[in-house]
């Protein structure tokens, strides 16, 4: 099985100990999981804002973690789907892009879609109880 994790879900994986962390892992050890370079650069933009605390190797870190465990998709065409919030049709292109089963997010445009393109897009409960 193939999953998008949003960026907000790798951040709470990041700096929570909720279940974002223990789908995080879960994902390492049982399931491909895929990203983007446009994915990982806001991810890197977002973990780099002062609220968060995180220092720069912390960041680095962590990156580096998943550029090695996941798909790392080339995003070619953006779709215009959700026009409240265009960001989030990276996510959409990026499931696309690497032939995802599952989008996993808490962002509101994205789960009122429900799916996309055959593309499940759940809450990170669903897809812990869906594994």
Same mark, same amino acid.
């Given at each position: 099985?193939?999953?998008?994790?949003?960026?907000?879900?790798?951040?709470?994986?990041?700096?929570?100990?909720?279940?974002?962390?223990?789908?995080?892992?879960?994902?390492?050890?049982?399931?491909?999981?895929?990203?983007?370079?446009?994915?990982?650069?806001?991810?890197?933009? +977002? %973990?780099?804002?002062?609220?968060? /605390?995180?220092?720069?190797?912390? =960041?680095?870190?962590?990156?580096?973690? #998943?550029?090695? *465990?996941?798909?790392?998709?080339?995003?070619?065409?953006?779709?215009?789907?959700?026009?409240?919030?265009?960001?989030?049709?990276? +996510? %959409?292109?990026?499931?696309?892009? /690497?032939?995802?089963?599952?989008? =996993?997010?808490?962002?509101?445009?994205? #789960?009122?879609? *429900?799916?996309?393109?055959?593309?499940?897009?759940?809450?990170?409960?669903?897809?812990?109880?869906?594994?």
């Amino acid at each position: 099985m193939r999953i998008v994790l949003d960026t907000n879900v790798l951040i709470s994986a990041l700096i929570g100990h909720g279940k974002p962390r223990r789908l995080l892992i879960r994902l390492f050890r049982e399931h491909e999981s895929v990203s983007s370079r446009q994915m990982l650069a806001e991810l890197e933009d +977002v %973990l780099s804002r002062r609220k968060f /605390g995180l220092t720069r190797s912390r =960041v680095d870190e962590f990156l580096g973690i #998943l550029v090695k *465990r996941f798909i790392v998709s080339e995003v070619e065409k953006i779709p215009e789907v959700i026009s409240e919030d265009p960001d989030d049709d990276v +996510v %959409l292109a990026t499931a696309l892009a /690497g032939g995802a089963d599952y989008i =996993v997010t808490g962002d509101g445009h994205l #789960l009122g879609l *429900r799916e996309y393109q055959g593309i499940r897009i759940v809450r990170v409960g669903e897809m812990l109880k869906a594994l």
